[in-house]
């Protein structure tokens, strides 16, 4: 597996509680479901780059990719919130994941990477 798999899964399992969450409303939770594969996505980008994540750095980094999605107006403000908290419900997995990719070994540039890179 790549070093991104392991945090992929677990970000995209926690945010997966958002989509069956009764709560929230249809809406929501529709929207929420349109963007969570990115957001997971650049979310694990980010914290592939750090070696060891402190609750500190996964709190910047989800808050600094969710308000990207805010400021691109792809997610409500309400929306951005209610993804927050369930992530940071779920940073000892995240944490958890990431030494497992770590003693993985290298991670694999994807072709989604390389043209974001290129």
Same mark, same amino acid.
């Given at each position: 597996?790549?070093? &991104?798999?392991?945090?992929?899964?677990?970000?995209?399992? &926690?945010?997966?509680?958002?989509?069956?969450?009764?709560?929230?409303?249809?809406?929501?939770?529709?929207? =929420?479901?349109?963007?969570?594969?990115? =957001?997971?996505?650049?979310?694990?980008? %980010?914290?592939?780059?750090?070696?060891?994540? $402190?609750? %500190? $750095?996964?709190?910047?980094?989800?808050?600094?990719?969710?308000h990207?999605?805010?400021?691109?107006?792809?997610?409500t403000?309400?929306?951005?919130?209610?993804?927050?908290?369930?992530?940071?419900?779920?940073?000892?997995? =995240?944490?958890?994941?990431?030494?497992?990719?770590? %003693?993985a070994?290298?991670?694999? =540039?994807?072709?989604?990477?390389?043209?974001? &890179?290129?």
């Amino acid at each position: 597996m790549t070093k &991104l798999g392991f945090l992929r899964g677990a970000l995209l399992g &926690l945010m997966a509680g958002l989509l069956v969450a009764p709560r929230s409303g249809k809406a929501t939770r529709d929207n =929420i479901k349109r963007h969570y594969e990115e =957001i997971s996505d650049r979310i694990s980008d %980010e914290l592939s780059r750090i070696k060891d994540i $402190t609750q %500190e $750095t996964y709190t910047q980094v989800v808050g600094a990719v969710v308000h990207g999605f805010v400021e691109a107006k792809k997610i409500t403000a309400d929306e951005a919130a209610e993804i927050k908290n369930e992530l940071k419900k779920g940073f000892e997995e =995240i944490q958890k994941s990431h030494k497992r990719e770590l %003693e993985a070994g290298t991670p694999k =540039i994807t072709n989604k990477k390389k043209a974001r &890179l290129g």
